[in-house]
């Protein structure tokens, strides 16, 4: 097992990463101390792994919330939800949550664990590659509006993260591919050598080899603590880990919530935001299309659907947290593991991006 | 003009207590930035006071959101509604929210804008004297859940608190003495030179004194400063500042949010906390008529509604997020001026002060 630490003084917490640990038990166990304990789940993850979870705990005053799968799920309703059963069943506020899933579930469990009551404790037991390499680190919270993703929520950091590789095994391909966007995500932000490590591994990722997924979930969230460390609340550099993001985000809120998976919608976001890059002269041609290979080779799309309308695309982008006085900001970058946000693209070369769906001009 | 601080670090702000602040103007301008500004009240208070807050900001962007007015209102929907607002008129994360009225309009703004975008500036002009003298200072916000009062909700701190007594001249009488109930609160918990002073002001400050509302105001936000810097996330001292609340919120549940208000529900809470604590050997009797007499003089209620079910009353007192494990805690005194939080107070004495209403025994 790997031990991780996020260094953020009094909230600083570890994640641990490693197979086999929801099996051994006293890992969870040891870390939570709560008289009540309440699970949040949903109907996909639960008939797996809520039993052995629920075990640990036979001692305490324990309870579960088991949601609707998808990220058409992640709303205001859900949330209401879990501070409801919470409410219900008399939970104090020295009880602990925990986020039992993938991101969706990761993200609502800890947003109620931040409002009830002003906040309470969580921990994340991410079972997906996404919420394992990106969602679960960090303590980004929300639930999404219908006008925007993640519009509401808080920063509430976990208590740890506990990313057991075990449970990838009953991962759906599709899933499993959209995490990998996430980890090509930190190659191109700032770890050229895990992109290169990425062209010789990729299927042998797929393919869930133990060393490979450890490697790559080991990497991840150490690229990603080590930007949270030095800006947690995102006035900053942190904006840097949303590469991609600004066209993924845009799209998944176009063709409607749970269409597309995030990961899906970040991967054609990284082959834009590298298109875009390239038009501006910054990124080589050459490094561009192993932009493109990488996530092709990963099964996930390269560009949008081409039923989708540029002009709804762009309206959906500037519903985004980086805008400022109605100007879209984006994350690009000037090489591999180069990453910047820039503010001063030229208009002409984005829409055109936003209308080839990615493809550069020939 | 009067000028406090509270003193939070990089999250500390100034609190200006004067008259006629709002007609001013100056002051609130200088104190937002931001390019987008929207201000949320209701509709008792915006007939009132809106058009002078918006003509401050003629060169901004500006919006606002009128509520109805209530604490039957303080719920997640009225939090939905200021979001969805932001998203609709494009607001971006550098945009203030400005929350224009009582201690309900000031906790769901601040709700709002601590969870907008995962956090955007607001600033309090509180229009009530409850406002004035507690809820607008500290940072707590929170919506109500049908089982629990503030039960949703963050610590999120203003950028500054506007308190103009001119407003207070418009202000419902019945409204004017539920916020006299905190201003006696400040003297129970810590200072006895207030209370001393209400001894012999109470009906000034119920005239609109100009002095007498301004040294009110002054004293417990000096009161209530001091605590917060002390303990912002309420770990330890803050409790304190929940006297009379502990009865008061499941007062004003039980009945239905709105049907008291939150200060006559407080008052109540005093003379029942005072009440307790004489019949356990602590308070002088001579001491709980004082609390009584001011109490009633300020024409608040110092007992609940004789058909309150006292069962019904203790089952919401322990929705209470000073609760540990199903057991009521409560802030209870020594002395007029010195409050404490009690977890082993007896049983039956609790009960009999249910039951009685409030009335200590013969």
């Known amino acids: 097992m790997i031990t991780l630490q996020v260094h953020l003084g009094d909230r600083s917490y570890p994640i641990f ?124 919270t929300a639930v999404n509006h219908t006008i925007g993703k993640n519009m509401i929520g808080s920063f509430h950091q976990p208590r740890c993260v506990i990313a057991d590789i075990a449970t990838l095994s009953t991962l759906p391909r599709r899933e499993l591919r959209a995490g990998v966007a996430e980890v090509i995500k930190y190659g191109l932000i700032s770890d050229p050598e895990l992109f290169v490590w990425l062209e010789s591994n990729v299927e042998r990722l797929l393919d869930l080899d133990a060393d490979c997924l450890t490697y790559a979930i080991r990497r991840s969230c150490e690229n990603k603590a080590a930007i949270v460390a030095q800006d947690e609340l995102e006035s900053g550099i942190r904006a840097l880990l949303n590469l991609g993001h600004t066209f993924g985000h845009a799209i998944e809120n176009v063709l409607g919530y749970g269409n597309w998976l995030h990961g899906e919608a970040v991967a054609c976001g990284l082959c834009m935001a590298a298109a875009l890059s390239m038009e501006m002269g910054m990124l080589d041609a050459a490094d561009y299309d192993r932009v493109v290979a990488v996530v092709q080779r990963a099964g996930l799309p390269d560009s949008p659907p081409a039923e989708l309308d540029p002009n709804d695309l762009s309206a959906a982008m500037a519903v985004d947290k980086k805008s400022r006085a109605g100007r879209i900001r984006l994350v690009l970058m000037r090489a591999i593991g180069d990453a910047f946000l820039c503010e001063d693209y030229p208009a002409d070369k984005f829409r055109q991006i936003l209308e080839s769906g990615g493809v550069p001009a020939p």
Do not use: H, W
């Not at 949903?42 to 949601?67: C, H, Q, W």
């Open 17 to 140: 990463i490693g197979a086999q640990l929801l099996a051994s038990g006293g890992l969870i166990r040891d870390r939570v101390d709560s008289r009540q304990i309440m699970i949040v789940s949903n109907e996909t993850v639960a008939p797996l792994y809520l039993e052995s979870v629920e075990g640990m705990f036979a001692d305490r005053i324990m309870d579960k919330l088991i949601l609707p799968d998808g990220e058409q799920y992640k709303t205001l309703e859900s949330f209401e939800r879990i501070i409801s059963a919470l409410l219900t069943k008399g939970f104090d506020r020295s009880c602990t949550l925990i986020a039992l899933g993938g991101g969706v579930v990761g993200d609502m469990t800890g947003f109620a664990a931040a409002c009830y009551q002003r906040g309470v404790d969580f921990i994340q037991i991410p079972t997906t590659l996404l919420a394992q390499v990106d969602s679960s680190v960090g303590g980004k």
